[in-house]
Structure formats: C-alpha cells, structure tokens
C-alpha cells in the first residue's frame, strides 16, 4: 500500500486543520493506521490510530480531546481533525499503516510497514 499525506500549513494557535492521508495499491480499510509526528530535534512520537476492525482509535495524552481521527474505507482515506492547536503542536505529520498490529504494540513506529511522506504543521503563536 503506498500512502500519500496532505493537508498540512501554517495556523495560528487554537486553529485547526484537517490532514489526510490516502491510499493506493490496497484497500485502506484492511490496516490499521496511525498517525506521527516529529518535530526538529526530537524523536517520531505516536499521535493517534484507528483499528482496522471496529475503527476503535487511541490518542497519545497530549491531543487527547482536541484531536479526532476518522476513516472513510470507501476512499481509503484516514483523516485528522486537529483542533485548538498550540505552538508545540508544530511537526511533521506522519501517517504508518500495519496489518494485524496489537493494540500494546500501536505506539510504536517500527511496528508500522508502511509510511507517507509527511505534512508540515506549523502552529504560530
């Protein structure tokens, strides 16, 4: 499956964005996608995720209640709804797909066989 993120740009702090990332070669909905996010100098870190069965998602702590992550499988397209975006929100967003991914396992970035190209956010103060 090949992945193409888009959706990224400049906001001001407490706007939102929209990204997306669309999918080619395969169908979406047989994997469980995730997004991630690296900012300069620091480590890929886990976002969020949506389950391939059920559509059951997780949030890393810090986005909790201000992002939202949805799958439409007929477009096998993920979104991620962002919203109240803050400074630290600032990276490069990721999106990773994995077949049969546990759920102790999805924070994980090498557990993911599959990866877009990244979007840039950029949340001004």
């Known amino acids: 499956v090949q992945l193409q993120a888009s959706g990224g740009g400049l906001v001001q702090a407490w706007g939102s964005l929209r990204l997306s990332c669309a999918a080619s070669?395969?169908?979406?909905?047989?994997?469980?996608v995730a997004w991630f996010r690296q900012a300069p100098g620091k480590e890929r870190e886990f976002v969020a995720a949506?389950?391939?069965?059920?559509?059951?998602?997780y949030y890393a702590d810090s986005v909790k209640g201000r992002f939202t992550m949805s799958r439409d499988n007929a477009k096998s397209t993920v979104y991620l709804q962002m919203n109240s975006l803050k400074p630290e929100d600032t990276a490069v967003y990721y999106c990773?797909?994995?077949?049969?991914?546990?759920?102790?396992?999805?924070?994980?970035?090498?557990?993911?066989?599959?990866w877009g190209q990244g979007t840039q956010v950029t949340v001004s103060s």
């Open positions: 990773a797909a994995a077949r049969g991914i546990i759920l102790s396992s999805i924070r994980g970035p090498s557990n993911y066989n599959y």
């Open positions: 070669g395969s169908t979406l909905g047989m994997y469980t």
């Open positions: 949506i389950f391939r069965s059920g559509g059951n998602t």
